[in-house]
């Protein structure tokens, strides 16, 4: 039900965003043909997929697009089909099914599917259309970045084309069905919309907070990695949107704990007595049902389009700063691609933005 109605605000929001004059875009040949590559090779990952799936696999690398977790993935979107709308991503449950609250995806593909065709290939092109969609969107969002702070014809717009839209080894997810096909897209998005709501449109910001409700849904731990970027731009968010960051942030705590269980915390033991950290839990679960809404309610209020400005653009040492911890951190504690991968594209947007920043804080601010 909570992605539906995600659904419903983002289709309702987007137009808003998108097609007001004053963040309308043209179009040039350039933008016709790197979308028509995206579409290419979006086309071609979708036959090459096939073609695995239906030779058994070809090595570890390549298994085939439904194996281990992506089978589950299938199976829950066949069975949400009955009613998509009964389903709680919120919790995990549809009916007498009851799992942890990782059931974006299959509830995403589930409303979408109107015809509740339950063939396999025709779900994983619907997979695939979703993220080619999203794509096309981190571009839409990139080319008003770019615009901007005037790289849009530049060597710098190619290697953001190539981070936020078109990444080589999105690719290869993409050859799987699995949530990552999806919320990476998100993770990236997010992070374009958030720096426009402070250097364009508030606008921005409402689709800012849906995309934040998607990955929540989806992998609530990669909204820490949001998190972690937006604080970098503390300095150029308001005081609402600091609030709004630190809503989400609770709901990420609790939907972690439903997640991954309270243990996840063990860690932190040091500095905090772990039942303490329970008994916040406990206090806040009944209660993000309405936590939800309160944040889709927010996000209303930020599409009467308030135009965005600010001085204050981080620096290239914070970037690298904060690139080299996050590095360091990849290095010493991951063990899981799965885990690595998200850090690791965190951290080629903190070092293109590093590279950026100069040239932003000379010609923008």
């Not at 309270?262 to 860690?267: G, L, Q, R």
Request: aromatic residues 20%; proline residues 2%; hydrophobic residues 60%.
């Amino acid at each position: 039900m909570f992605i539906f109605i995600t659904l419903i605000a983002l289709f309702f929001l987007l137009p808003l965003s998108l097609l007001s004059k004053t963040t309308r875009l043209s179009v040039s040949r350039i933008d016709v043909f790197l979308l028509n590559l995206l579409l290419f090779l979006f086309v071609f990952i979708f036959i090459f997929s096939i073609f695995v799936d239906l030779q058994g696999g070809i090595n570890d690398y390549f298994p085939g697009i439904f194996i281990n977790d992506a089978h589950r993935y299938l199976l829950e979107t066949r069975l949400f089909l009955a009613n998509p709308l009964e389903v709680n991503e919120l919790i995990g449950s549809y009916r007498d099914y009851n799992v942890t609250p990782k059931m974006g995806l299959s509830s995403l593909l589930a409303n979408l599917n109107i015809f509740k065709v339950k063939d396999k290939y025709f779900i994983y092109a619907e997979l695939l259309c979703v993220s080619f969609l999203l794509c096309c969107l981190n571009y839409m969002f990139l080319k008003k970045l770019a615009t901007i702070f005037n790289f849009n014809n530049s060597w710098r717009f190619v290697i953001a084309f190539s981070i936020f839209v078109c990444f080589p080894l999105e690719f290869y997810w993409k050859t799987r069905f699995l949530r990552e096909v999806i919320v990476h897209t998100l993770l990236l998005g997010s992070i374009l919309l958030l720096i426009l709501s402070c250097y364009s449109n508030e606008r921005f910001f409402s689709i800012f907070i849906l995309y934040c409700l998607f990955i929540l849904m989806f992998r609530a731990q990669l909204f820490l990695l949001v998190f972690l970027f937006a604080m970098i731009f503390y300095k150029a968010l308001d005081k609402k949107k600091m609030i709004i960051l630190l809503s989400i942030s609770l709901f990420t705590f609790v939907q972690i704990i439903l997640a991954s269980g309270v243990s996840i915390f063990k860690p932190l033991l040091i500095f905090v007595d772990l039942t303490l950290i329970y008994s916040i839990f406990e206090f806040l679960e009944d209660k993000v049902s309405i936590l939800y809404f309160v944040l889709v309610f927010c996000s209303l209020l930020f599409s009467r389009g308030k135009r965005a400005y600010n001085s204050y653009f981080p620096s290239f040492k914070l970037f690298i700063t904060i690139f080299i911890s996050i590095f360091t951190f990849i290095l010493m504690t991951m063990d899981s691609i799965r885990f690595f991968y998200p850090v690791m594209l965190m951290s080629l947007v903190l070092l293109f933005f590093a590279f950026i920043s100069k040239k932003i804080k000379k010609d923008f601010i």
